[in-house]
């Protein structure tokens, strides 16, 4: 319900078309309305072009039996009301399938689903449901709900890709290294029931943008009976676009853009913004297609509801839309290859990594989720793996086949061994129904193998003659080399506290100082609330690296729960940069060089000295080879002292 010119929902049907059309465009099939109900003219524009609309009453609280705490009898009156009458000026439209009470509601079930069972008696057309993401920690199937929706079933019970820290513990996007084989199956309807360990007695919830203390009755674990929807999936944050204030020509003004964009300013990295914009989406676009793939990958579930395609302008300002605030395309991913994992019909691959050593074989297996009742006959599925650099191609193909309506079925399996390669390399896997338009596509990252341990490595290195960098984590041997006017090539894992943030692969959720907020008030831990990676991808630096400018899969070992340097006050341009949010505004580091009293440093936060990982030694390996060369000639300066200040 953002429309930034008008201020208001439309009440004409040609308007509302242009929404739901544009939602089509985006695989998308039907409308949750947030604790509203749309005018008529939505209705109207949703039969005509085809999209299923969920009405909610217009409630986020607490509804309870007369006599208990928090009981209302006007408010409750008039929301069984509202649902009556929206049921009578709305129902007979074949747009509205669905009907929820409210969201993230808490009360006493028994009043919910007496008001289901009354709305049952009058209108027996839609699906009804107690509301959406009741209960949270605690939730429970209603006699009267047709369908479930929510977002876990038990504490760990997670059947999102992402939380908020308050509502810990976090997603698989969030926290898992990337893969493409992760199902939520077994955390919908698991084997064996077990006893809830969590969620009794008071507990304290995230409400709205605050908090609220409520009863929490323990029970046996909830197994569903009926259909299972996920509630609000996705909130992967993207930076700000400071072009689109220009767009505000209407009744809103972007004062908060603006405030944001002269924060950047003042932190003198304004000149950074459309750089920050564009990896922080490339982040996120990442993050969409494995939360998606994964709901389409889980026989278990039923459907999701995406929190929004659109930015939301409020609470904080959540730009977590693939579309901006006006529903135009950000640039960040086209229609086109947004539907290759989010339509009616998506195929996919499932594999175990995106990063293997040249001799190792990438396993596949080829599943289809298809909702489109057309048939495909005769048709294969080829599956190629084509080196982005030197176009060398390996090609599977499947014995022709039909393929019929089908929620999801595994059609082939198939493996490509890596060829052998002198220097990392980059390959893009595609999938397609041949004839068709369904298509889908990955890139694996593909690197020489290594012969020796990284710590042999480092202990030949320093065996070396002078002329070779010094190689440290230690701020006194730091110190030693850079008086002595040496090149070095330091692991800033001592870095103090005052001066570090800790690293996370995945971009913030919704947006930080709203949830920032929420876990301070609950004395939980705040969020990381960076947004990927910024990544000078031609820096010498990064020369026998393999790398886009935004963060990829290869860096998820180097950038996980490592130190980023908070680089507040310098002139320094970092060669990786980790990008902060825009309430904060750190010049975070993750690599960086400088000229240090008489010598050159290289600085690289992780402990790539400690990693065996294969992407981690050849980033150590690029970095050794730049501080090693002629062109490691720092053009910026820090104060010994600085330094001191961070590392000693």
């Known amino acids: 319900m953002i429309f930034?010119?008008?201020?208001?929902?439309?009440?004409?049907?040609?308007?509302?078309?242009?929404?739901?059309?544009?939602?089509?465009?985006?695989?998308?099939?039907?409308?949750?309305?947030?604790?509203?109900?749309?005018?008529?003219?939505?209705?109207?524009?949703?039969?005509?072009?085809?999209?299923?609309?969920?009405?909610?009453?217009?409630?986020?609280?607490?509804?309870?039996?007369?006599?208990?705490?928090?009981?209302?009898?006007?408010?409750?009156?008039?929301?069984?009301?509202?649902?009556?009458?929206?049921?009578?000026?709305?129902?007979?439209?074949?747009?509205?399938?669905?009907?929820?009470?409210g969201n993230e509601l808490?009360?006493?079930?028994?009043?919910?689903?007496e008001i289901l069972g009354d709305y049952k008696a009058v209108d027996r057309r839609h699906w009804y449901v107690q509301g959406s993401n009741n209960f949270?920690?605690?939730?429970?199937?209603?006699?009267?709900?047709?369908?479930?929706?929510?977002?876990?079933?038990s504490k760990e019970r997670l059947f999102r890709g992402s939380y908020a820290m308050c509502d810990a513990p976090q997603g698989h996007v969030q926290v898992k290294r990337p893969e493409m084989e992760y199902s939520y199956d077994d955390k919908i309807r698991p084997a064996q029931k077990a006893e809830m360990e969590s969620g009794v007695g008071e507990i304290e919830i995230q409400f709205g943008t605050g908090t609220k203390k409520v009863k929490a009755e323990g029970k046996e674990e909830l197994i569903p009976h009926i259909p299972v929807v996920s509630h609000e999936i996705g909130q992967y944050e993207t930076y700000p676009d400071y072009r689109e204030i220009e767009k505000y020509t209407g009744v809103l003004v972007p004062e908060n853009l603006k405030i944001f964009k002269e924060r950047l300013e003042q932190a003198g990295m304004v000149h950074m913004a459309q750089k920050f914009f564009q990896a922080s989406g490339k982040l996120a676009v990442q993050c969409y297609k494995r939360?998606?793939?994964?709901?389409?990958?889980?026989?278990?579930?039923?459907g999701f509801q995406i929190l929004d395609l659109q930015d939301f302008t409020g609470q904080g300002t959540a730009l977590v839309g693939i579309l901006n605030a006006f529903m135009e395309n950000k640039g960040l991913i086209t229609a086109d290859d947004w539907r290759s994992f989010c339509s009616d019909c998506v195929l996919m691959l499932s594999f175990p990594s995106f990063v293997y050593e040249e001799g190792m074989e990438f396993s596949y297996r080829v599943l289809f989720s298809n909702m489109n009742p057309a048939e495909l006959k005769d048709a294969r599925i080829v599956v190629t793996m084509q080196n982005k650099v030197t176009g060398e191609r390996m090609r599977n193909e499947t014995e022709r086949?039909?393929?019929?309506?089908?929620?999801?079925?595994?059609?082939?399996?198939?493996?490509?061994?890596?060829?052998?390669?002198?220097?990392?390399?980059?390959?893009?896997?595609?999938?397609?129904?041949?004839?068709?338009?369904?298509?889908?596509?990955?890139?694996?990252?593909?690197?020489?193998?290594?012969?020796?341990?990284?710590?042999?490595?480092v202990n030949i290195l320093r065996q070396k003659a002078d002329t070779l960098p010094v190689i440290t984590d230690r701020y006194e041997e730091l110190k030693r080399a850079v008086a002595e006017g040496r090149k070095v090539l330091f692991f800033g894992t001592g870095i103090r506290d005052a001066y570090a943030m800790i690293g996370t692969y995945c971009t913030d959720f919704w947006c930080y100082p709203m949830f920032a907020s929420i876990s301070e008030s609950m004395n939980r831990p705040k969020p990381v609330g960076t947004m990927g990676l910024y990544i000078r991808s031609e820096h010498p630096a990064l020369a026998e690296f393999v790398t886009e400018e935004y963060e990829t899969p290869q860096w998820w070992d180097i950038v996980t729960e490592e130190k980023n340097a908070i680089l507040d006050g310098t002139d320094i341009e970092p060669i990786v940069w980790v990008i902060d949010n825009f309430?904060?505004?750190?010049?975070?580091?993750?690599?960086?060089?400088?000229?240090?009293?008489?010598?050159?440093?290289?600085?690289?936060?992780?402990?790539?000295?400690?990693?065996?990982?294969?992407?981690?030694?050849?980033?150590?390996?690029?970095?050794?080879?730049?501080?090693?060369?002629?062109?490691?000639?720092?053009?910026?300066?820090?104060?010994?002292?600085?330094?001191?200040?961070?590392?000693?």
């Open 401 to 457: 086949m039909h393929f019929t309506q089908t929620r999801l079925s595994e059609y082939a399996d198939g493996t490509f061994r890596i060829p052998e390669c002198g220097v990392p390399q980059v390959y893009e896997v595609h999938v397609e129904i041949e004839g068709s338009s369904i298509e889908n596509s990955y890139e694996i990252y593909a690197f020489p193998k290594c012969h020796s341990k990284l710590g042999d490595v």
């Open 583 to 648: 309430a904060r505004n750190h010049r975070l580091g993750l690599i960086y060089e400088a000229k240090v009293d008489n010598g050159s440093v290289l600085f690289c936060q992780p402990d790539l000295l400690h990693k065996d990982e294969i992407a981690a030694k050849w980033l150590f390996y690029s970095l050794y080879q730049y501080a090693a060369s002629e062109r490691f000639v720092p053009e910026q300066t820090m104060e010994p002292g600085q330094i001191e200040k961070m590392y000693g």
């Open 291 to 302: 939360e998606l793939e994964t709901a389409f990958k889980s026989r278990e579930l039923a």
């Open 106 to 113: 808490w009360g006493n079930p028994k009043v919910l689903d």
């Open 4 to 101: 930034p010119l008008t201020g208001y929902a439309p009440m004409d049907v040609q308007s509302w078309e242009k929404v739901f059309l544009t939602a089509k465009d985006y695989g998308i099939n039907h409308y949750r309305f947030h604790t509203c109900c749309p005018p008529e003219a939505a209705f109207v524009a949703a039969d005509e072009v085809g999209m299923y609309l969920e009405p909610e009453l217009p409630f986020w609280g607490t509804i309870v039996a007369e006599g208990e705490p928090e009981y209302d009898k006007t408010r409750q009156e008039f929301l069984k009301q509202e649902g009556y009458d929206i049921l009578r000026e709305y129902g007979n439209h074949p747009s509205f399938l669905l009907f929820s009470l």
């Open 136 to 153: 949270q920690f605690v939730p429970t199937v209603l006699v009267n709900d047709d369908f479930f929706c929510g977002v876990r079933f």
